[in-house]
């Protein structure tokens, strides 16, 4: 194994001083509230070690792992590490544990001192210790991977100076991931997945193993991509299978006067997650156009393995999300149980409608691309958050609810009607910018 | 050699490169000249293979840049214009650093590092860090860390942009050290007086085309050895002075000048030595007879003028 990647990182980032520092403020936070408080030491010691863990080790380390990515793009050494001879594996091992390195080892002392006090404390399992040693190796990963699309995003313009905050995006998301995580409990302690009822702390240790291990593969993955592997969709394609079955499983829990009402979606889930991919992948994978203009050539070509190979990720996710929205219809129209809203005879078309304005939005980030938009990302970002947030509530609050279909897919034939129409109004827009733009002739002969 | 092939490359708006057919010698400094936004970084970044082209190949030696990238980029090294150092390393660790990059034998690192530090001069830096090294040092640091591995081709964008004279005369010397040593380089660069001291080969760009070179009708490099301008200044009649210039050799070719006429003429003196005889004997009064080497410059220009 080439460790090169990984010394170097050491090098850089492990402070011989904050890791005195640290450990020394730990102690002392030890030693000052066992010596003042009144309640069980071990249960002090524990608490406080814990903290320790998720401060230092968790939100630090994935803000240095991914400063130290996001650096070598802003000091222009990423060049010479793309033409390296560093290995994909080797070259993710020292991205992914040499920048942490001291968050690691200060981690290892906080997780063996809290482990030592859960051994004297029942209400602590070690269980728990290594579910947030799992999960903050998920959230390592995962802010690795978004740095590497960062960089992917970024190669030609280094100012990356306004994207230290992407991490805290992704705690966030993180933290809102474990509360809706709790709503699939089907009682106090339970999952019930496939009709299985699963303890919640075995299932939530299960599922976060695999998605880190899911985070670990993306960053092998775009690490390949950036090493200039020649790298298929496959693992993208995995995932959304894996997905799929995944949350497929779940089953949802509704609560009404104290009562449970075990609603089990099938797709629902599956589809919403797909949803959520398509437009994070849009979001977050460069948007180059001629690369779409070799995957139509390719198409033209009808050269299907070359079409596999260049087709952007999100196009991906959204397949999938077709596919599921067809058979969540399907499942709707046979199983009446399942169906939303008023108009019964037609809402098992609901997911198509949802899919319909799923595709609207993609296509207004295409289309503020196409228009080069400045900073096109967060402008269609903007969008979203006024279109299916502000919006709707102002004109909901202050006016009348009737007009809320308009925003989002609130009534099948309104709704869908309206989300037909917003998709042809968007494909003549891009037609007309392609037409009339500035794209050069080759894309718009394309 | 780095052979190009019918290379297009386009960007949303435009068609940066267009049918570029061009090969790279082995063991030449070929100088690739163009203004500002001729197409020359995006040249060089298909060339190396961090961009992949609209349409057209590249080969290194019989290597497929764009199939195997990786083993391309065993035989070729590449400095960008802008290049970037760790400031809180070394030069030392950055040399292991960059021995390491290449997946280097352990057992070869040491003599690796020294064999490069010689040949950058960096010997007395050693254990600097490269916050501390001026920006001539920085660049041949760097230019270290891309040579390490002892790659066939070393390619650099304007690698001499912002430094100092000495600085640049530093790094000609390294250019023409590292082609002695049997290295290829390619050079891009709008400064032609820069490239005057080391480019044996030279290759022009403007919008993206390259220049087409008549004698061997394919796009190609131009050739600057052999050549010398002789710069020829007389009291009497400039036209008379150029009939006598046309009847002595027809095929010259010649440009009127506010100093005099220059001649494009061989770089042999007992050739030279005969024209001036036989102006001298025609009675032009000639008080000035200077052999100018063809710059680089005029043969930029001049190919420009031939498209």
């Known amino acids: 194994m080439n460790l090169t990647e990984l010394k170097k990182n050491v090098w850089l980032y492990f402070s011989k001083a904050s890791f005195i520092g640290i450990v020394v403020v730990y102690f002392l936070a030890l030693f000052l509230t066992t010596s003042i408080s009144d309640e069980s030491t071990s249960g002090n010691i524990y608490a406080i070690s814990i903290g320790f863990f998720i401060v230092i080790t968790s939100i630090w380390g994935s803000f240095s792992l991914s400063n130290a990515l996001l650096s070598e793009l802003r000091n222009r050494t990423w060049v010479y590490q793309k033409m390296s001879a560093i290995s994909a594996l080797d070259m993710s091992f020292g991205k992914l544990f040499g920048p942490t390195a001291m968050h690691w080892l200060v981690g290892a002392i906080f997780l063996s001192i809290a482990t030592l006090a859960s051994f004297s404390s029942r209400d602590h399992s070690l269980l728990s210790l290594f579910h947030l040693f799992l999960g903050t190796l998920f959230l390592h990963a995962s802010s690795l991977v978004l740095s590497l699309l960062v960089v992917r995003q970024k190669q030609d313009s280094p100012d990356t100076t306004n994207l230290s905050g992407r991490p805290f995006l992704l705690i966030a998301f993180f933290l809102i991931l474990k509360a809706i995580a709790s709503s699939f409990k089907t009682d106090l302690n339970d999952f019930t997945w496939y009709g299985l009822a699963i303890n919640s702390d075995f299932f939530e240790t299960l599922s976060l193993l695999v998605f880190a291990i899911w985070a670990i593969l993306g960053v092998y993955r775009n690490m390949r991509e950036e090493l200039q592997y020649q790298n298929l969709p496959n693992y993208w394609v995995a995932f959304n299978v894996f997905v799929v079955f995944y949350f497929s499983g779940l089953v949802f829990k509704e609560v009404h006067d104290g009562v449970y009402t075990v609603f089990n979606g099938l797709f629902a889930f599956a589809f919403a997650m797909h949803v959520l991919l398509t437009v994070l992948t849009l979001f977050l994978e460069p948007i180059n156009f001629m690369d779409y203009l070799q995957f139509f050539k390719n198409w033209g070509k009808k050269s299907w393995e070359k079409i596999y190979a260049s087709m952007p990720l999100w196009v991906f996710s959204l397949a999938f999300s077709f596919v599921l929205c067809l058979v969540l219809s399907l499942q709707m129209l046979v199983d009446k149980s399942l169906n939303l809203g008023e108009e019964e005879s037609y809402s098992f078309l609901y997911p198509l409608v949802a899919f319909m304005f799923l595709l609207k939005s993609l296509l207004v980030n295409l289309y503020l691309h196409l228009k080069q938009t400045k900073k096109a990302n967060f402008v269609w970002f903007l969008y979203l958050a006024l279109w299916y947030g502000l919006l709707p509530a102002t004109i909901g609050g202050l006016f009348s609810a009737y007009g809320l279909f308009l925003f989002y897919p609130a009534n099948v034939i309104l709704s869908g009607s309206a989300s037909v129409f917003y998709v042809l109004f968007m494909l003549w827009l891009i037609r007309k910018e392609l037409k009339n733009g500035e794209a050069s002739e080759l894309i718009k002969s394309a | ?307």
């Open chain 2, 1 to 307: 050699m780095i052979s190009v092939k019918n290379l297009s490359h386009d960007y949303y708006k435009y068609r940066a490169l267009q049918n570029i057919d061009v090969e790279f010698k082995k063991h030449a400094i070929t100088a690739l000249v163009g203004p500002n936004g001729a197409g020359k970084t995006t040249l060089i970044k298909c060339m190396v293979g961090l961009m992949k082209p609209t349409q057209g190949k590249v080969f290194i030696d019989d290597i497929n840049v764009y199939e195997q990238p990786r083993e391309a980029h065993r035989k070729l090294a590449y400095l960008p214009d802008f290049f970037g150092l760790y400031d809180n390393l070394t030069v030392k660790q950055h040399l292991q650093y960059a021995a390491g990059c290449h997946a280097m034998d352990a057992s070869l690192v040491d003599e690796a590092i020294q064999r490069t530090i010689d040949q950058i001069a960096l010997g007395d830096k050693l254990n600097e860090k490269a916050i501390a090294l001026s920006r001539g040092m920085r660049q041949r640091l760097a230019i270290g860390q891309a040579i390490i591995s002892r790659p066939d081709y070393l390619v650099l964008d304007e690698p001499a942009s912002g430094l100092d004279p000495e600085a640049r005369l530093s790094l000609s010397k390294l250019f023409l050290k590292l082609r002695d040593d049997g290295m290829s380089l390619i050079i891009s660069s709008h400064i032609l007086a820069e490239l005057e001291e080391y480019a044996t080969e030279l290759v022009v760009i403007r919008d993206g085309v390259l220049f087409e070179d008549k004698a061997s009708s394919r796009f190609d490099n131009v050739e600057v050895e052999n050549v010398v301008g002789l710069l020829i200044s007389c009291l009497d009649d400039t036209a008379g002075l150029i009939a006598s210039v046309k009847a002595y050799a027809p095929e010259l070719q010649l440009q009127e000048e506010r100093r005099g006429v220059r001649i494009w003429f061989s770089d042999d003196k007992d050739k030279q030595v005969a024209l001036l005889r036989y102006l001298v004997e025609k009675g032009h009064k000639i008080f000035h007879f200077e052999a100018m080497e063809k710059r680089m410059q005029d043969k930029y220009f001049e190919s420009i003028e031939n498209k």
